[in-house]
């Protein structure tokens, strides 16, 4: 059992490098009941290898398939540039939706071509061992890895619980900790009623005890010094929970991180003042009514469509206001922020941004996610594939740039898997002020599939993406004093979190805490 995580990740690691991503994510759901199993037998044991090993193999599986992914874009940059031309070019081709069989027959020429490379499998993930993370940490930083899993306890009883693997720079072994049942967290998380009330109580700063807090933190904080920064990486439903907004008004510093193998890597998220910026907001959503049939998934566009015409998918006033704010602010200081509105901020313009290099890219608009149960799809096709695509259920809206053929490069409409597809790793940091645009679909080790996933996808470094409908004017004025501290110097998590604390002195916790940095 000691080296079994170990064996099941090297074949899987291998294995990954020559699937199509949708056959890694399938890969990997097969395998995960065998890792829960591994990991169960590695919780019920107290012996330090225990610990070490559990720890290893979370940052093994954590978000496998995607790493993959983005394992081989970084490889890709070290090709012939005749091998990333025909890779970028078959890449684009899978941003239509149109033709599933086509883009399945695409993937699988992709995987051809890059294994074709003699060294292509060498292209594995080598940041798998807890003290590689912990060599990174200083004294006052702890890693916090969380993880939900099927759990069966000594005495043979099954139950599903969250568990955090703790270390700092001086432990010799992960310090594993039992939090909380899964059944716990539900009856926090979903309570019935409006949602500006429920999320108002969750996150009141002025409440000494928290329901929320004590059942997260409660039995971490007894390891972790309460001035500390801590990196956490989420598992579940904790995914759903604005975590740093429960400690806005303390000292500690809450980083959210996909997993903390991340740590290695990590850039401290300074305002570069030799790269560009650009803003979108303001957009003309009318435009999206004249589309065309331009994508297989015409239950969405048509739910799109329909709630703009409702006037459900509203214009939004202060995402103009609040992009001229930005530049404005940035012009203060001199530096420069190119905005674009109304029928400029379009998704033509925005996939222009592919490839290019920039200090932040913002955009305020419309953000969607509809749940499976929410879209009438037919669940196959004629070619037998499958169509409901979490992916292609979550993006944000844009205009129709009306200039252009209507097709699904500018239908206004831009999917987490259109997005997923571009090249945004030269982008340190993108901010989604819109709705939901932090949730989706989740899938055990992999995480959310949704908008945050295609953004890690696409290489973008840092994103601030929203956990629930965030209102316009309150968000417009939040980003506003974001951008007055991070063009002055201060960190994308310490002008994310000044703004919060300023808004938390006049509003509501539902105006200003649904939104996270993802690091």
């Given amino acids: 059992m000691l080296f079994s995580g170990y064996i099941i990740f090297k074949k899987a690691a291998v294995q990954l490098l020559y699937l199509t991503e949708r056959d890694k994510e399938t890969y990997v759901s097969k395998i995960e009941n065998q890792i829960n199993v591994i990991n169960n037998y590695y919780l019920i044991n107290d012996i330090p290898e225990s610990a070490i090993n559990l720890y290893n193999n ?38 239509n939706l149109e033709n599933e069989k086509n883009n399945f027959l695409i993937e699988k020429k992709i995987v051809n071509i890059l294994s074709s490379n003699n060294d292509f499998s060498k292209n594995l993930d080598k940041n798998n061992d807890f003290r590689l993370i912990q060599n990174c940490l200083d004294s006052n930083e702890y890693a916090v890895e969380i993880i939900n899993t099927p759990f069966i306890d000594k005495t043979g009883k099954l139950s599903y619980k969250y568990f955090a693997l703790i270390i700092n720079s001086e432990v010799d072994v992960p310090i594993k900790i039992e ?53 956490i990486s989420l598992s579940g439903d904790l995914n759903k929970v604005a975590l740093p907004s429960l400690f806005v008004g303390l000292s500690n510093e809450i980083h959210l991180v996909g997993s903390t193998k991340n740590i290695v890597n990590l850039n401290h998220g300074y305002y570069n003042n030799l790269k560009p910026n650009i803003a979108f907001g303001g957009a003309n959503f009318n435009s999206i009514i004249n589309i065309e049939n331009t994508r297989s998934l015409s239950s969405i566009k048509n739910n799109i469509i329909a709630k703009i015409e409702k006037g ?31 029928n400029e901020a379009s998704e033509i313009n925005f996939r222009n941004i592919d490839g290019r290099e920039y200090n932040f890219v913002h955009i305020a608009t419309h953000g969607f996610y509809y749940p499976a149960e929410e879209i009438e799809l037919n669940k196959k096709n004629a070619f037998n594939f499958n169509l409901d695509d979490s992916m292609g259920r979550s993006g944000i809206l844009l205009s129709q740039n009306i200039d252009f053929e ?42 959310v599939f949704g908008l945050q996933r295609a953004l890690k996808l696409s290489g973008v470094k840092k994103q601030i993406v929203s956990l629930w409908k965030v209102p316009d004017r309150e968000t417009s004025e939040l980003f506003t004093l974001f951008y007055k501290h991070y063009v002055t110097g201060w960190s994308a998590y310490q002008s994310l979190k000044k703004a919060q604390i300023a808004m938390s002195s006049k509003y509501d916790a539902f105006y200003w805490a649904g939104f996270v940095l993802i690091e």
């Avoid at 999320?199 to 002025?206: A, E």
């Avoid at 995402?319 to 922020?337: M, P």
């Avoid at 999917?415 to 709705?435: F, K």
Wanted: aromatic content about 8%; some cysteine.
């Fill in 179 to 231: 939090l909380f049942d899964k059944e716990d967290l539900d009856s926090i998380l979903n309570v019935e009623g409006n949602a500006e009330v429920r999320y108002n109580n969750l996150y009141n700063v002025n409440l000494h005890n928290s329901e929320l807090k004590d059942l997260i933190w409660k039995p971490i904080e007894t390891i972790i010094d309460s001035s500390s920064k801590v990196f």
């Fill in 58 to 95: 979370v940052l093994r599986f954590k978000e496998v398939a995607l790493n993959s992914n983005r394992n081989i874009r970084t490889y890709l940059k070290n090709l012939p540039d005749s091998t990333v031309v025909e890779y970028r070019k078959l890449l684009s081709s899978l941003r």
């Fill in 312 to 342: 459900i998918y509203k214009e939004l006033p202060y995402t103009l206001k609040e992009v001229e704010e930005i530049k404005s602010v940035l012009s203060k200081e001199n530096q420069n922020c190119s905005v674009l509105i109304e």
């Fill in 406 to 447: 209507s097709s699904y490069k500018n239908d206004g409409i831009v999917t987490a898997r259109e997005i997923s597809a571009m090249d945004l790793s030269n982008i340190d940091l993108i901010v989604l002020s819109a709705c939901d645009t932090g949730i989706g679909d989740y899938r055990g080790s992999e995480g």
